[in-house]
């Protein structure tokens, strides 16, 4: 069974930064792909970002762009998304994910974190 686990989420203010983590256990050699998905309250799930195994390829959310960055640890087994700028608009919860390379869909999901953003 393959799990994620989400930390460094918080409150900060208009204009801070934040860095979460999402660290995977459990059958991590089949990550792929693994990725940041967001959802606020009354809303969708929008996604934020991702990035492959090695690190070589990311892909990000319009509303993201230039203000977060995603990157991986060289095992592969940790996520990281550093989110600078941050604005009001941002607050939801963050979820990270993960799938195989066969897979269409992220399969694998943490429980989520907190970010808030509000003076």
């Known amino acids: 069974q393959l799990q994620l686990v989400e930390s460094g989420g918080g409150l900060v203010q208009p204009g801070g930064s934040l860095r979460l983590s999402c660290a995977a256990s459990g059958l991590t050699p089949s990550l792929y792909w693994m990725g940041w998905f967001r959802q606020a309250p009354g809303k969708e799930r929008e996604f934020v970002a991702s990035?492959?195994?090695?690190?070589?390829?990311?892909v990000y959310g319009d509303s993201v762009k230039g203000r977060f960055t995603i990157s991986r640890d060289n095992g592969g087994v940790t996520v990281y998304l550093q989110m600078n700028s941050l604005k009001p608009e941002d607050t939801a919860v963050y979820y990270c994910a993960g799938r195989r390379i066969q897979s269409r869909n992220y399969e694998y999901w943490g429980q989520g974190t907190q970010v808030t953003v509000s003076s």
């Open positions: 990035i492959v195994r090695r690190g070589t390829t990311t």
